[in-house]
Structures are given as structure tokens and as C-alpha cells.
């Protein structure tokens, strides 16, 4: 049972323009839901985070979006360059009584064409 | 401290092997996590560290697979008679109670033949 589900496996902009990655969940429980970015070969970097109290936090070109009763959040990312072209995961961070492990999304794969 | 460290980067195992991977966290970082990524999927959680004390293992996590934190700074995850369906990318990450994310690591990529 995926508990942290993002639909779309792919995704392909224009550079300069927005990139908008989805992600939806199941647990009401989570605390933190966080977006890593990951190359080929690498371990995930981390990007941003949004605290389940909250609705928006914005980090320069990122920008995360959580919509409570939807259950959904989304990164948005602008103007895309294409540095940005990798894997973006989404991950759930479980709360202390689940030692704040995180549950992942299957990532969807951005590229940013020139 | 640079990060995160695991090693080796690549390991080729034949089935039936004993491997054996280390992982260095951010010095501080009482947290330690390991994670598990096949091709197309997310990490997995395999377990999970508090300083010394592992605190949850995964049903992911067979017998054949061990992970230790001796004195509660670097660890090992250990996997005996190899399987192919091992093969995987193991990723470790750390961090602490007053930061909100997981610092990870390069990642060990195995690979059973």
C-alpha cells in the first residue's frame, strides 16, 4: 500500500518555465513532508520541507504547496533550468512515534529542456 | 565533516557471499538510517538507529540481514548468502532531533551475479 503516491512518472519543460510536481498522501499523521532531489548514481539531496502546520514555504526558485484536506502538496519549481533535470522524490516523515522515518513516493523524473 | 559516508561506492558479489557495508554519519547526528533503492521504485526503510540502540527493523529486512552501531557513530549493514534480488542501491542517512531532514549518502550500489 503506497503510502505517498506521485502519478506521474515523468515530466518535460521548457526551460524558463515552471516545472509543477504533484504528490499525494494517505497518512494524516505525517508531521513534516519533505523533496529530495536525485542523479543517477547518488544518494538524494535535500530540497525543501513543509511542516504539516502549514500551507506554503518558499526556498528561492522552490516552492512547496500543502493542501491539507486534499491530502496533496506540490513543488513548484521557476524559473526551471536545466541543472534541475533529475529525479524528484517525495518524501513523508513518519512522527516520533514512528521514528520520524521517511516514506517515499516513486519519484518523478523532470527534464528541463534548453 | 563533509557528510554523509558510505563504502564501498560499488560492490560485485557472487550469490552466496557474505557483504559487508559501512556508513559514516554527520558527526552529532544521533540518528541513523539505512534505506534500500531498486530501479524505478523509492527508497525502502530497512532500520534504524538512535546513537547505539536499533530501534525498528523493517519486515523488509530478513535473517540474513544484520546492521550493528557499536558506539553509536559509524554502522554496518551486513548481508549474508547474497541473493540476486538483493541487488540494490543501500543508501544511509542521518540526522538529529532538531533537524527536520535526512542528510544521505552516496549510496552503496550492489550487485549480485
Known amino acids: 500500500d503506497q503510502q505517498v503516491k506521485q502519478n506521474s512518472p515523468s515530466l518535460s519543460v521548457q526551460e524558463g518555465r515552471i516545472s509543477i510536481l504533484n504528490c499525494d498522501y494517505t497518512?494524516?499523521?505525517?508531521?513534516?513532508f519533505l523533496w529530495y532531489k536525485k542523479y543517477p548514481a547518488e544518494g538524494p539531496t535535500f530540497l525543501i520541507s513543509?511542516?504539516?502546520i502549514k500551507d506554503k514555504n518558499e526556498d528561492g526558485r522552490f516552492t512547496v504547496f500543502l493542501n491539507k484536506s486534499a491530502k496533496h502538496l506540490s513543488l513548484h519549481i521557476v524559473p526551471s533550468q536545466p541543472g534541475d533535470s533529475a529525479v524528484y522524490f517525495c518524501?513523508?516523515?513518519?512522527?516520533?512515534?514512528?521514528?520520524?522515518?521517511?516514506?517515499w513516493g516513486l519519484g518523478t523524473s523532470l527534464a528541463v529542456n534548453p | 565533516d563533509t557528510g554523509v559516508s558510505q563504502d564501498p561506492r560499488h560492490k560485485i558479489t557472487k550469490r552466496g557471499q557474505n557483504v559487508t557495508f559501512r556508513c559514516d554519519p554527520i558527526?552529532?547526528?544521533?540518528?541513523l538510517y539505512w534505506y534500500r533503492q531498486t530501479l524505478g521504485q523509492g527508497p525502502e526503510f530497512l532500520t534504524y538507529?538512535?546513537?547505539?540502540?536499533?530501534?525498528?527493523k523493517s519486515r523488509l529486512l530478513s535473517d540474513r540481514f544484520s546492521a550493528e552501531r557499536p558506539k553509536g557513530s559509524f554502522s554496518t549493514l551486513e548481508i549474508q548468502r547474497t541473493e540476486q534480488g538483493d541487488s540494490a542501491m543501500y543508501l544511509c542517512?542521518?540526522?538529529?532531533?532538531?533537524?527536520?531532514?535526512?542528510?544521505f549518502g552516496q549510496g552503496t550500489r550492489l550487485t549480485v551475479v
Open positions: 513543509i511542516s504539516s
Open positions: 518524501a513523508a516523515r513518519g512522527n516520533a512515534g514512528n521514528n520520524r522515518k521517511l516514506i
Open positions: 558527526s552529532e547526528h544521533n540518528r
Open positions: 542517512a542521518s540526522t538529529t532531533s532538531h533537524v527536520t531532514e535526512a542528510f
Open positions: 497518512n494524516s499523521m505525517f508531521d513534516y
Open positions: 538507529f538512535q546513537n547505539e540502540a536499533q530501534l525498528e
